[in-house]
């Protein structure tokens, strides 16, 4: 197929170049998805592949449509930001109607990585940058690292770590400057009233469901921030199309 621009094209420059720059920007807003791990067998890599095809293609489809003129990529990158608005939307909806459900999928998630803690780095850093965040330790509680072989409290256990926590799980010390990663060694041998006074003993489902009344317009605004970036690209792609369409339509008298 042979591509041309028309030499009396006047489609505007600064939709072009601006929906261009969007697709750069949209681009790098994008989270790192490489740290989500073992949610219900689902292998990460497949996970963060499919992520970077959904990129790959908007991207290349807002791109190249936005230099090339080309109202078949605008359109199908128009649809899919479309698409992807209001299944944001959805889920957000759908979350809001079933908090049981999403609470009992979390549990879920957080047990089947905590059994997984010590086989994958990245694995550790997001269990511990959670727990630290939210100042929790386990789904409910410091009970719940007897699921890892580890820290397991079973006479069958013979680990160093056996009958304790991550050092994630410890109440900070602000007179250390050098984190002691054996602070929670042998913690939970302790007498359970004794155990908030080293460690944190919240769980971090109460932590989160504690966080968000408290940050709702933080997740509000965010939420309003994505929304209207797509809104803003949906909004870009239609103009650039109308002006090309304006063009041709203009090119044929």
Not at 2 to 20: E, G, I, M, Q
Not at 25 to 42: A, Q
Not at 121 to 140: F, H, P, R, T, V
Not at 212 to 236: D, E
Request: charged content about 20%.
């Amino acid at each position: 197929m042979h591509y041309y621009r028309y030499s009396n094209a006047k489609v505007s420059c600064w939709y072009k170049y601006l929906l261009f720059s969007y697709n750069i920007i949209f681009w790098g807003v994008l989270s790192d998805l490489t740290k989500v791990t073992r949610m219900h067998g689902i292998d990460p890599v497949v996970l963060v592949l499919m992520v970077g095809v959904v990129m790959f293609t908007l991207g290349f489809a807002g791109c190249v449509g936005a230099l090339r003129e080309n109202i078949c990529l605008l359109n199908f990158f128009c649809g899919t930001i479309v698409l992807i608005f209001f299944l944001e939307l959805a889920v957000a909806v759908l979350a809001f109607l079933f908090q049981d459900w999403v609470r009992d999928r979390f549990r879920e998630f957080f047990e089947s990585n905590i059994k997984s803690y010590r086989d994958d780095i990245d694995l550790q850093n997001l269990i511990d940058s959670l727990q630290k965040a939210n100042q929790c330790c386990g789904a409910y509680g410091p009970e719940d690292w007897d699921l890892n072989v580890y820290f397991n409290c079973s006479g069958a256990s013979y680990s160093r770590e056996k009958c304790g926590v991550p050092f994630s799980c410890c109440v900070p010390d602000p007179a250390q400057k050098v984190v002691n990663t054996q602070c929670g060694y042998d913690v939970r041998i302790q007498l359970k009233s004794k155990w908030d006074e080293s460690i944190f003993t919240k769980g971090c489902i109460q932590a989160l469901e504690s966080w968000l009344p408290r940050n709702i317009y933080i997740v509000a605004g965010v939420f309003i921030a994505i929304s209207l970036l797509q809104i803003f690209g949906i909004f870009l792609a239609r103009t650039l199309i109308s002006d090309i369409e304006a063009v041709k339509a203009g090119h044929h008298f």
